[in-house]
DNA sequence: CATGAATGAGTTTTCATTCAT
DNA sequence: TATGAATGAAAACTCATTCAT
């Protein structure tokens, strides 16, 4: 028993408390987004009452900075892993659709959540500080390897915007039935696609 | 005198009226999203009183399915129209394209407003409908050159998502400042790139 | 009719509703003190609903204020109308004694709200604009007496203080009962006491 | 922050607990009223969890009649300590005032609370009873002096709630900036101020 | 038809009080 | 006995919709 996880009446912990929220707050604000969900509707969900949310967080916007934050960070943090930055671009441009896709099929309500909740206005500045950080690496990444002409030549932030907007783009379409699921076979179609969208051409 | 323009007291006609309810709602939900959008804030920009809002349509949600069935079917007309069936595939997917980017640089709203409001819960069978149109459309389009071999072979829906994906994105990060905007040359690799992506690659 | 004083459907306007509202707030604060006053409960004294409230007023904060700056700016006014400025000061206070006491029985819930809400943290800057007028209006009536040789010396402030303390005792024990109603002989002697507390006594 | 917690950290009895809730409470209910203070917020300053206020007072409104008996208790066991019963009316009248002054300045929360929640709707029988025992006595002794012909004639309650006042729109003064601080000038020019008006005045 | 004041159910949020530990 | 997390009723405030004019 520490002061961190004390252990409640009905065995769940603070912890656990927090999570049931947050985790009912990203279902229902996927699901209808923020204005569209009220914050008793999260409670019930969470099997708390209303104001007990309020003993968690200070409003109903921590409570989507929160979950915002939280699983731009995993994101990030799933295609960061393992990365191999010692490889070619063609082994890390591997990597990035694999870890991408990977996390929207283990978690495809953030996902979702994420792409609902992309630069809306009550997001706060610790909540843009992560989007940016991400935008930035992919940046990083694109003129690094254009520089080194692996990649196709084209003005700032049109490859990455392609790549992330084709992958979001196939995501959806998986949910909204507009393809089949994501399997391998669609997985490697895709990424053999991509490659040779921002490969430079004159390269075999 | 006829009955879809009875001029009114004030010169106007009913569908004066009824365009600039429509033009109001276009923005106001293109910036703060269904639910952040007061029905007397879409009245006051449309420069009539709220009642008058309910002559015209039954409740908010009517107007939200009429702006979007409006505007995604001008967005199916402008890509349909003058479209090369007979040109190749390479002209189709310039077409294509080009007239997707020449809609959103025209229409930066109802792209805009098209993208968010894609697959919300108050929209209508109608709506859908429309849009259901416009992805038969194109995995038709796909699916025909793809057989005759122009088109790199994948999973239904997977190229058709892949290059809406890829235009989406690269709007938006236009919008939020993440690439410079649409200028001509962005357009020009951002073709050549997606025709890379999504030609067999064995053809020359 | 005109622009100012709109006749409604129930032959009331305008400006009786917004009266209604600040006539039922002024009951309730008098009685119960700012947050001991529920928005709805003013509603339903003032006869309308509680979202009509807001279609006059801001807030609840800005009706206190309305009714603050209403009713101080009225006292002020009772004491100023006629008041007897080229009179010797044994008239001044007199005719000071008597506006106020005329007030206090013709407004008593008037002048209960404004003792009870006197210097209260949720009164704006006019509200407290106001305040500092009359404050500074009284002091500068005993501070030119004083020089006059016609009151009593005493440090800045004293006299002041003691004969608006000395009314609002007195009306406050007419209120509670600890003294019969203000009758004109419980005012004259009041008045008596009065001037001999604040006259030079070795003016005869 | 109390002055009690320090003696609570080793061995806390009932009443040391019971007189930190109190003290917390008078402060905070003098600052912002009895509707604008939280309990938990008492319980914060007192230094013990919101629960336990609880065991030592069955509501809110049993913590505010407490703090008012105690200190109402307080002022008046203040003025008859040491009351100088064999003293003539002039220092009897002196004695009173200082004692109020004394007090006011030695507990101006106390005081500042006193005059805040004065006949407030909540407080019970028992705060008012306390209450009327002040006024009677202060009563007696005005028609005591009066009879014997000392005092000024005037109906039932005009001197007490003249004089009552009188002070307390001094002590407001202060609080307020309307006038300096209590100085001992002050009071004296206050105390001859106030015998003039109360005194017969045909008495030299 | 057009208006816009009025409505009241619904929103987010607070807080006095309880109760399992 | 003391705790403080949990509660849920009630607070202030918003807004889609109606309806008398």
């Known amino acids: 028993m520490n002061i961190h996880s004390l252990v409640m009446a009905d065995g769940s912990t603070r912890e656990d ?120 690496m992919a940046n990083g990444f694109v003129e690094q390897h254009e520089h080194n002409k692996v990649l196709r030549k084209a003005p700032q932030g049109v490859l990455a915007g392609l790549v992330w907007g084709a992958m979001v783009g196939l995501i959806r379409a998986g949910w909204e039935g507009r393809c089949t699921e994501l399997t391998p076979k669609a997985e490697i179609a895709f990424e053999e696609a991509i490659w040779d969208a921002v490969r430079r051409p004159d390269t075999t």
């Open 17 to 136: 408390k927090k999570e049931c929220i947050l985790s009912a707050a990203l279902e229902l604000f996927a699901e209808k987004g923020f204005h569209g969900t009220a914050v008793p509707e999260i409670a019930q969900k969470a099997g708390v009452a209303a104001g007990t949310i309020y003993r968690y967080f200070a409003s109903k916007e921590a409570i989507v900075n929160a979950v915002y934050q939280r699983h731009k960070s995993q994101l990030l943090a799933s295609v960061m892993a393992d990365f191999p930055y010692d490889g070619n671009a063609r082994a890390q441009v591997h990597h990035f659709i694999a870890a991408t896709f990977g996390f929207a099929k283990k978690h495809p309500l953030a996902f979702k959540f994420l792409e609902l909740h992309h630069h809306a206005p009550y997001l706060d500045d610790k909540s843009r500080e992560v989007e940016q950080s991400v935008v930035a």
